[in-house]
């Protein structure tokens, strides 16, 4: 059972992205509030099955780490129309892991030890091969371009803050769901009116990415309890096969085309991305 509750993360985190792919007529601006949306909804349901006490510390940076979230969310969007979710997703993925251990290393002194140091720099390198490799692309006009990496490096520094905010304070997780939740769709709504795009919270497609807000927030839910269940090492890894249901799922559920060669390396960079997770 602990199996199957730490398996809902991965599931609902692998599949958002694919349901984002398959609306039509969907753009960045229309995924975004559609998930912030559907997430807020989300965040307010638990926070009626399950009430929780908190002040306005915890709430305010709560609430602030979901904006960073939207930070994110905001730059795989964009990279999933410019270059594909089965080669936006290992990428996101990959500078996720890479940024969560180098923070959790350097500043919550999670490595004390030198076996520590050189297990996590394999780790590590093992991870930025695997995501070399699911990057790799024969079509000139398909490869990627450095703005698309440096897009997905900088909206990842959301990500990174949002990860590991709940390391930095003392408070239940449950706790930090609803705020984080509501930041979520408050840094979407603050991305329409940036970007000018208030437009688009009347085009059918926003109200249908909604479905995809209801994936990522059950996901973010029941990762909080998969950590109590199964310890937070053991959550954390199983919540990284996402990477494998959504890079496959767009090549062959959305239909995104790779050449044979192409396959096999996307093949063997997610297993060496999952090995990389699963021995830091």
Same mark, same amino acid.
């Given at each position: 059972?602990?199996?199957?509750?730490?398996?809902?993360?991965?599931?609902?985190?692998?599949?958002?992205?694919?349901?984002?792919?398959?609306?039509?007529?969907?753009?960045?601006?229309?995924?975004?509030?559609?998930?912030?949306?559907?997430?807020?909804? %989300? =965040?307010? +349901?638990?926070?009626?099955?399950?009430?929780? !006490? *908190?002040?306005?510390? #915890?709430?305010? /940076?709560? &609430? $602030?780490?979901?904006?960073?979230?939207?930070?994110?969310?905001?730059?795989?969007?964009?990279?999933?129309?410019?270059?594909?979710?089965?080669?936006?997703?290992?990428?996101?993925?990959?500078?996720?892991?890479?940024?969560?251990?180098? %923070? =959790?290393? +350097?500043?919550?002194?999670?490595?004390?030890? !030198? *076996?520590?140091?050189? #297990?996590?720099? /394999?780790? &590590? $390198?093992?991870?930025?091969?695997?995501?070399?490799?699911?990057?790799?692309?024969?079509?000139?006009?398909?490869?990627?371009?450095?703005?698309?990496?440096?897009?997905?490096?900088?909206?990842?520094?959301?990500?990174?803050?949002?990860?590991?905010?709940?390391?930095?304070?003392?408070?239940?997780?449950?706790?930090?769901?609803?705020?984080?939740?509501?930041?979520?769709? $408050?840094?979407?709504?603050?991305?329409?009116?940036?970007?000018?795009?208030?437009?688009?919270?009347?085009?059918?497609?926003?109200?249908?990415?909604?479905?995809?807000?209801?994936?990522?927030?059950?996901?973010?839910?029941?990762?909080?309890?998969?950590?109590?269940?199964?310890?937070?090492?053991?959550?954390?890894?199983?919540?990284?096969?996402?990477?494998?249901?959504?890079?496959?799922?767009?090549?062959?559920?959305?239909?995104?085309?790779?050449?044979?060669?192409?396959?096999?390396?996307?093949?063997?960079?997610?297993?060496?991305?999952?090995?990389?997770?699963?021995?830091?």
């Amino acid at each position: 059972m602990n199996i199957l509750i730490a398996l809902i993360p991965a599931l609902g985190w692998g599949i958002f992205s694919l349901i984002a792919g398959k609306i039509k007529n969907s753009h960045p601006a229309n995924e975004l509030m559609g998930l912030g949306t559907g997430a807020l909804i %989300i =965040g307010i +349901i638990t926070a009626i099955i399950h009430p929780t !006490s *908190s002040n306005i510390t #915890i709430f305010s /940076l709560s &609430l $602030i780490s979901g904006m960073f979230c939207a930070l994110g969310q905001s730059g795989q969007f964009i990279s999933m129309r410019n270059i594909g979710i089965s080669k936006t997703m290992p990428l996101s993925t990959g500078f996720q892991l890479i940024g969560n251990t180098l %923070i =959790g290393a +350097i500043i919550f002194g999670e490595w004390t030890s !030198s *076996s520590q140091y050189l #297990i996590g720099t /394999l780790a &590590l $390198i093992l991870i930025i091969v695997g995501v070399s490799l699911t990057a790799i692309s024969k079509d000139k006009s398909a490869k990627l371009k450095m703005r698309d990496i440096i897009l997905l490096l900088f909206t990842s520094i959301g990500y990174w803050i949002y990860s590991s905010f709940p390391k930095a304070i003392t408070a239940d997780a449950q706790t930090l769901f609803l705020p984080q939740m509501i930041g979520i769709f $408050i840094g979407s709504i603050i991305f329409l009116l940036v970007s000018c795009q208030t437009k688009v919270l009347k085009e059918k497609a926003t109200w249908l990415n909604i479905f995809s807000g209801f994936s990522f927030g059950i996901a973010a839910f029941a990762y909080i309890f998969s950590a109590q269940l199964n310890g937070v090492i053991t959550a954390f890894i199983y919540s990284q096969l996402c990477v494998i249901i959504s890079t496959l799922g767009g090549i062959f559920f959305i239909g995104e085309n790779k050449t044979k060669s192409e396959l096999i390396a996307t093949f063997v960079g997610l297993i060496l991305i999952i090995i990389g997770a699963a021995i830091q």
